[in-house]
């Protein structure tokens, strides 16, 4: 079970590192719509992640 949760977390991360990096030029966007669905986007996949590291036994900082 170990196995899967970790190979879940590394799929949901890792596709999205080029999105990390210009994370400021993809979010501030002029649609409001927009904006507050890449936010929620942005929230939902943190919270898993913090959640599947969380049964994994491995802490994840609140902030980076």
Do not use: C, W
């Amino acid at each position: 079970a170990f196995s899967i949760v970790a190979s879940f977390s590394k799929d949901l991360f890792l596709p999205r590192d080029p999105f990390i990096k210009s994370f400021a030029n993809r979010i501030n966007v002029p649609e409001k719509e927009i904006r507050d669905a890449r936010l929620k986007l942005t929230y939902v996949t943190k919270n898993i992640l913090r959640d599947a590291l969380a049964l994994l036994g491995i802490g994840a900082p609140e902030q980076m």
